[in-house]
């Protein structure tokens, strides 16, 4: 069997004059975990147009497309194309999983919600003649899963080949996350076995990793063992966590000593009534600011994510938020609008409201106004979106935030990493171009070393002591030691979940 899988990429990453690195960080995890599910002998295609052009004059038999929200356009007009063709079309996705009725005028088969247990039997009825139109997920497990075919990726393309998900989804229901929609139905926090995690990192060449995890975090036991398996190995690694498991005293320092050395934290608000109001009660009475000293303590670099356009939010919340992170040394920010992804309890709630502007998907991208704020204009909050960047991003603001730092070392690593992501943009763009992108790896992989060599270790901070023991999942902490869960269960992290 021929058989092409396909990301359509993103709208703004094909722009020819706005091309962020971001969009060669990470290959697609997703269709590469569905292909080890194929036959050995049959013959697959992955084509990532994030970074290279589609080949659409071939005569595949089975086309796989991964749809996103701004990648849905282009998705159901590739969809289009090949059956046009004459290939049976699947879909699945973010996308597709919260609007099935609008993706089945372009496929044969729609998937809703991770793959692991329908890709499977849609294989099954395929071959046997008889695939159904749809397919709903409905067992949430990543026990016995095939190896990710990795081996179908173009390493070179992407400045961070090893990237990895290790768990599904995130034990928090924020109303503004897609996850709620992607998981509709059935369980939508459950994690690999830690011998099987611990496998799959093993198999990685090079050094380097990054968890696309929701929440790496999120599993306290699963978690710590993993912490405690990855010790010895040498791997310098990203990933993203909540406030609350930064300042769970123990589980950061496991992660520090496995070689965590840069955390995505999503902040979101500094508003506590927007936190109230998005229910994202988890980051309620944190102490933010302690947990960057955490996490600085111990050489790990932040990336802040914070959210504007929240009903609290007046036109003041743009300087107030940016010089804040600017004052806490935060090394890199993501900023994004609020924006009411369908399937979303915010987006329920906004539509029935009727804040919805328009449902242009192209523009869901966060960087788009496409709802009605309370306390300002769509242009007030766009601008004031754009004017955030600009300003955290100025060569003053970062020398501002590299002065927080202690240390020479530590004040250069702030301003290698902080100006490489954002002032270098032109030099990313040239060696993405020249497909010369994974060059850069080594000068990251130096970088992500440098900050954490000269820590002093895991001193703790007297005011740290108790604060926040309990554990997200609610499960009995254990002794850190080689663990097996018990009771298993994409961002779907960006790329990283099956369909």
Not at 71 to 93: E, K, N, P, T
Not at 454 to 460: C, E, L, P
Request: glycine content about 8%; charged content about 25%; proline content about 7%.
């Amino acid at each position: 069997m021929r058989v092409k899988m396909i990301l359509p990429a993103l709208t703004e990453a094909t722009s020819p004059l706005f091309r962020p690195i971001k969009y060669s960080l990470f290959p697609p995890l997703g269709l590469a975990t569905l292909a080890g599910y194929l036959d050995p002998d049959d013959e697959i295609t992955l084509e990532d147009e994030h970074v290279e052009a589609l080949e659409l004059n071939d005569e595949p038999e089975l086309v796989v497309i991964q749809a996103y929200i701004t990648s849905a356009r282009r998705a159901y007009a590739l969809a289009d194309h090949y059956r046009g063709r004459g290939a049976y079309v699947a879909m699945g996705g973010l996308h597709p999983t919260s609007l099935p009725e609008e993706a089945t005028r372009h496929a044969d088969t729609v998937f809703i919600g991770p793959g692991e247990d329908t890709w499977p039997r849609f294989l099954a009825d395929y071959r046997a003649g008889r695939p159904a139109p749809l397919y709903r997920s409905s067992v949430r497990s990543l026990q016995g899963m095939p190896h990710t075919r990795r081996d179908l990726i173009k390493r070179h393309l992407y400045l961070v080949p090893n990237s990895i998900v290790v768990s599904r989804g995130c034990p928090h229901s924020c109303d503004f996350c897609y996850k709620e929609a992607f998981f509709q139905g059935g369980k939508s926090f459950y994690t690999q076995t830690v011998d099987a995690a611990l496998e799959e990192i093993d198999r990685l060449p090079g050094r380097h990793l990054y968890f696309l995890d929701d929440h790496l975090f999120g599993n306290v036991p699963f978690a710590s063992a993993l912490f405690e398996g990855m010790r010895g190995m040498g791997r310098v690694w990203q990933a993203a966590g909540t406030v609350a498991s930064v300042l769970r005293p123990g589980l950061l320092e496991r992660a520090r000593e496995a070689g965590l050395r840069s955390l995505f934290v999503g902040f979101e608000t500094l508003d506590p009534d927007n936190l109230r109001e998005q229910h994202k009660p988890q980051n309620l009475n944190r102490d933010y600011a302690l947990a960057i000293r955490r996490l600085h303590d111990l050489g790990i670099m932040v990336n802040g994510s914070f959210v504007f356009g929240m009903d609290g939010d007046g036109p003041s919340v743009f300087s107030r938020t940016v010089e804040w992170a600017i004052e806490q040394g935060i090394e890199t920010s993501t900023f994004h609008i609020l924006t009411p992804y369908p399937g979303t309890a915010l987006y329920e709630r906004m539509s029935r409201a009727g804040r919805i502007l328009h449902s242009d998907w192209d523009l869901y991208d966060t960087r788009h106004v496409v709802h009605r704020p309370s306390r300002m204009s769509p242009d007030e909050l766009e601008s004031g979106y754009w004017w955030a960047y600009r300003e955290f991003y100025r060569w003053r603001s970062i020398l501002r935030g590299a002065a927080t730092k202690e240390t020479l070392i530590e004040r250069a690593r702030h301003l290698a990493y902080a100006g490489a992501w954002k002032k270098l943009e032109p030099l990313w763009d040239l060696m993405i171009r020249a497909r010369r992108v994974a060059r850069a790896r080594p000068g990251l992989e130096a970088v992500l070393l440098g900050f954490g060599r000269h820590t002093a270790g895991d001193r703790v901070h007297p005011s740290e002591e108790g604060a926040c023991a309990e554990n997200e999942t609610g499960y009995a902490s254990t002794s850190p030691r080689r663990w097996t869960a018990s009771s298993p269960d994409p961002t779907e992290a960006f790329r990283g979940s099956p369909m």
